[in-house]
């Protein structure tokens, strides 16, 4: 029996993580993506335990106290967390676990949970990546000037991960973090035992 | 500029090392095949430079005291070992190198050069290793037998390795390496500058 993995998959605002992460899933039927929990309403169509664990702040607090997140943040009034059952228990059935995440957040998972993989994804330029930005039209000239300036920043942090993959064509995208996963299941060190596999 | 590295392709007799090596430098053209050293006189069609770097005892006796080769072997009378100069020159200048090589040549790469990607390929079966090794047809008995000793006891090096792939389908064998590689090249250690690549 070989154990899964958690695999990080983050970058800077812009870089596109939210659709690879989405396609991967898409693709890989054997992935699970790592449910956050959060304590904002959920939306419509949201489903608990799906979408997200939607609990109340007193809740998150405790499970803060208790040590029970890999990782958490608090955006405007509301807490987003990875609870570390979720992801504990499926890497023990043998699961890859996906988790998609900003730079800061993929820090913390690396001091509490150093074993997992992560992957840097990059836009293949910061000119593009300011088009993607701003093309998104939701955001304020200020807005988009600070992520900006956050993505320019987070790019240092590359030496803390694992892999990288520039993400300019999709696909090729997917295909590389694919052979990622690949290569990280051939890794002697899932398996405990590998030699019972092969001698009867 | 990325450093390639040594990709070291091993396991026991009969796991079927040789036929992947071959198929695996004929599908992918900028894989670099590492050229051994030996003593012996060259068969005919072999080519100095790409078969083998064919050298007298003495040459290569003094190779050895200089400390230039990642590892060596004496079978019966001749020797064989991997000149270290030909394996680092190509790494520097990017370029991935195969070296095929039984275990205990491996134990030693590791030793010698422990930066490089070692991958263990694993009969499907014990039975299947033993057909594998009866089936060459130019071994007695007593010959066969140990091969299948030497091949069982080196299953207990598998945790020296980076990597393990079972060989049952060559083309899943083949394709499962090419995804190692892949991964291996996206590995952040090995490109001191990928923020360049993306910053004008």
Chains 1, 2 share one sequence.
Do not use: W
């Amino acid at each position: 029996m070989s154990k899964g993995f958690l695999l990080v998959i983050s970058g800077p605002s812009g870089c596109g993580k939210g659709t690879i992460c989405k396609e991967l899933l898409k693709r890989n039927k054997e992935l699970v993506f790592s449910v956050s929990a959060t304590t904002r309403k959920p939306r419509k169509g949201e489903k608990e335990g799906v979408n997200y664990f939607f609990i109340d702040n007193k809740k998150f607090e405790d499970m803060v106290k208790n040590n029970q997140f890999i990782e958490y943040a608090k955006v405007h009034t509301n807490y987003y967390g990875t609870p570390k059952k979720f992801v504990l228990d499926q890497i023990d059935e043998g699961n890859i676990v996906i988790l998609e995440i900003d730079v800061q957040g993929a820090l913390q998972v690396k001091k509490a949970y150093p074993e997992a993989v992560f992957i840097f994804l990059l836009p293949p330029s910061m000119d593009e990546l300011k088009n993607r930005i701003t093309g998104r039209g939701t955001e304020s000239k200020e807005d988009i000037d600070i992520r900006y300036e956050n993505a320019f920043k987070e790019l240092k942090f590359i030496h803390e991960y694992d892999y990288f993959v520039i993400n300019d064509d999709i696909i090729k995208a997917l295909e590389e973090i694919e052979s990622i996963i690949i290569a990280e299941k051939a890794k002697v060190k899932r398996h405990k035992t590998i030699i019972e596999k092969i001698i009867p």
